[in-house]
């Protein structure tokens, strides 16, 4: 609803946009294609009354998240930011239109270029003899299986996969998902429940590694007896909107999430600028939902990217805007990926199978040639596959076998039958990026807060912090390797080096020592020694 009349491009009616002390501003409505903005206020909860002044200025609330000082707001009126920044209130606003950040293709093209006691929650050991467990390499990798033999995680703990949804009727999910606790937060506002369903197939792969049941059909997911709260924020197209992410982080700070899963990156600038006006109000909105997030007792998970960059030393972004024409620009250590850089973020790095040195299992895993990285950004590494360096005899294509819905492509899929009316024909799908690896790291975070949570603390929530000093400590630390591969075969004689940054071409140099480093973090997930809390050699940055 609107105030007045208005006739052609320029309204007769006005905004007076100031609220305050000092002479109010008046800004004109101007006729624009409706658009979606986030709006960000000085204070931590949305003033009163101010529907009222959205609505003066030809805006509609969409959601309005009070916890964190953020509304959702569609309006017509191309000058709506500025009647926004015209309010005293008002920190910061900016609309939504195409920043969405389109998930990569991760199929296509690869193939060239002793702790304290357990906690109080219900949980029970499990198995990895599903019909297609032999495949999971990844799991053996990270010692899953002799996790198992202690806990398959506890049904009281919830895990949130913000993603493109979830196929309810897949037989190695559905009976481990939480349909009260699963909404659709595309438009920026929830709807529960079943809205949530997959349209991409890549949130149903993010769910089956870290939940799939172990039932005896298809794959063991790292905690398969956790619960799993879809959480749709990535839309039929595999694109992240800004209202979608601020909205997925609210629901899960206010739905007792124990852990959210995040791979992917949120609006389509890869690398968010402070200093620039219409990123800054993005940077904040998302910024203050992933720490309201976490101050609830979410521990967040994310995947840190597969452009083979430095994320500690940006220099450039020749990828954004992804939606559109990309503009090459010039970046610095103001700007920042999220969610990856948000503090407290556990940041996830990709490995494949195989050894530094092949001749020397002690050598640690080679990083995939893809992921990117960076010293204080990366926490850990984990399984995410290699498609060029990771083509072993336990994993012959080199990429990550997990659920995947049916009717949609999948280059490399496995078929199964089902007894299952709802879902006869059963898709699993290899796939590889650091998407993979982080649903491994959120899913030992789901088994850690399984052994060591406390029901009648914090409804079974650890602290983040915590839980991230548990992750870290009990990794398997990996040094940098002493040398890079050669030429491959499988890369038309490529080399490792000839992977190099997609930002600005910089050869992948790791730094730092075994203890902590920028390719490996605290080193490569480790299910066992996070359960029984074997410590690890201690970090050192």
């Known amino acids: 609803m609107r105030v007045g009349a208005r006739s052609g491009l320029l309204s007769l009616v006005a905004f007076t946009g100031l609220i305050g002390a000092g002479p109010a501003t008046t800004v004109a409505y101007a006729a624009g294609t409706t658009q979606t903005y986030l709006v960000v206020f000085k204070a931590s909860q949305i003033p009163a009354g101010q529907a009222a002044k959205f609505q003066a200025a030809a805006g509609q609330v969409i959601a309005s998240y009070d916890q964190i000082g953020v509304a959702v707001v569609s309006s017509d009126n191309a000058n709506f930011r500025a009647a926004m920044l015209a309010d005293s209130n008002v920190d910061d606003a900016a609309s939504t239109a195409g920043l969405g950040y389109k998930l990569p293709d991760i199929q296509a093209g690869a193939d060239t270029a002793a702790g304290p006691p357990t906690g109080g929650l219900p949980s029970s050991p499990s198995t990895d003899t599903d019909s297609l467990s032999p495949l999971q390499w990844d799991m053996r990798q990270i010692k899953t299986p002799q996790a198992h033999a202690i806990t398959g995680g506890s049904a009281a703990v919830l895990v949130g996969d913000i993603d493109t949804g979830v196929d309810f009727n897949h037989p190695d999910l559905k009976q481990n998902l939480d349909v009260a606790n ?10 529960a429940g079943l809205a949530a369903q997959d349209d991409n197939g890549h949130g149903t792969h993010t769910a089956g590694t ?12 790292v905690a398969p007896n956790v619960h799993l709260a879809a959480i749709k924020a990535g839309d039929a197209a595999g694109f992240f909107f800004p209202e979608a992410v601020v909205c997925a982080f609210v629901w899960a700070g206010t739905h007792h999430v124990d852990v959210t899963n995040n791979s992917y990156f ?18 904040k909105a998302e910024s203050r939902a992933i720490r309201f997030a976490m101050q609830e007792g979410v521990s967040v998970v994310a995947a840190e990217g597969n452009e083979s960059d430095d994320l ?4 450039q972004d020749v990828t954004s805007p992804d939606n559109t024409t990309p503009v090459t620009r010039p970046v610095t250590n ?3 990926v999220i969610p990856v850089e948000i503090p407290g973020v556990i940041g996830v790095t990709a490995d494949g199978n195989r050894h530094q040195n092949p001749s020397d299992p002690n050598s640690g895993y080679l990083k995939s040639f893809y992921s990117s990285y960076g010293s204080g950004v990366t926490q850990v590494v984990a399984p995410g596959g290699d498609s060029i360096f990771g083509r072993t005899a336990e994993s ?13 492509p999948c280059t490399r899929s496995i078929h199964e039958s089902s ?11 290899y796939l590889q990026g650091t998407s993979m690896a982080s649903p491994h790291a959120a899913g030992v975070v789901a088994l850690i807060i399984s052994q060591f949570g406390n029901l009648s603390s914090n409804k079974g929530h650890m602290n983040p912090g915590t839980v991230q000093a548990y992750l870290n400590q009990t990794a398997d630390p990996q040094p940098c390797p002493a040398t890079l591969p050669g030429p491959n075969p499988f890369s038309g004689g490529l080399s490792y080096s000839d992977f190099t940054s997609v930002s600005n071409g910089a050869l992948q140099q790791c730094t730092g020592g075994i203890g902590y480093n920028s390719w490996y973090g605290h080193g490569q997930v480790d299910a066992l020694n996070a359960v ?4 690890g050699t201690p970090a050192t940055s």
């Open 182 to 191: 699963s909404a659709n937060c595309i438009s920026g506002a929830p709807v």
């Open 210 to 221: 870290m939940v799939a049941a172990a039932n005896g059909f298809g794959i063991v997911g």
């Open 266 to 283: 949120a609006d389509p600038y890869l690398f968010n600028c402070r200093n620039d006006a219409t990123q800054r109000a993005i940077w």
């Open 312 to 315: 500690a030393h940006p220099t």
């Open 334 to 336: 103001a700007c920042v």
């Open 396 to 408: 012959v294509n080199g990429r990550v076998l997990s659920t995947y819905p049916p009717n949609f």
């Open 419 to 429: 007894s299952d009316p709802s879902e006869p024909t059963v898709v699993y799908c």
């Open 532 to 535: 029984t809390h074997t410590q």
